[in-house]
């Protein structure tokens, strides 16, 4: 089954509101899917950005700890939506799976979102 923006306007809206205040609207502009009009989620660098202008000594593990961050999210998420094709998807579907989180799990595509298949 695909879902479009009308099947899940709520959700759609509660994650924009969690973005907003997460990353801040200004940081959203021109980034994520169709030219910026859906935000991709990422709040490892921003997090990490702040936690080491209050803690300037601290050690810079680069963009890998950011990545760790990213991956945590999207692991512990109630909702996961990733793209075909892509091994950092895959990876977190799977994970899900072991988690018990499996049955939501979606992916993008150009017809709209639809269900992954466990399995």
């Known amino acids: 089954k695909l879902f479009y923006n009308g099947d899940i306007q709520q959700i759609a809206d509660e994650n924009i509101r969690t973005l907003y205040q997460v990353v801040g609207k200004e940081t959203l502009k021109g980034s994520g899917l169709k030219g910026g009009l859906l935000p991709v989620f990422e709040c ?13 000594n601290s050690i810079d593990y680069g963009s890998t700890l950011e990545s760790i961050i990213n991956y945590y999210v999207a692991t512990e998420a109630s909702i996961f939506v990733g793209v075909s094709r892509s091994s950092y998807s895959t990876d977190i579907w ?5 988690q018990g989180k499996g049955n939501e799990n979606y992916e993008y595509t150009q017809e709209g979102i639809k269900k992954v298949t466990n399995g």
Request: aromatic share 22%.
């Open 44 to 56: 490892g660098e921003q997090a990490l950005k702040r936690y080491y202008e209050n803690h300037p």
């Open 94 to 98: 799977t994970q899900r799976y072991y």
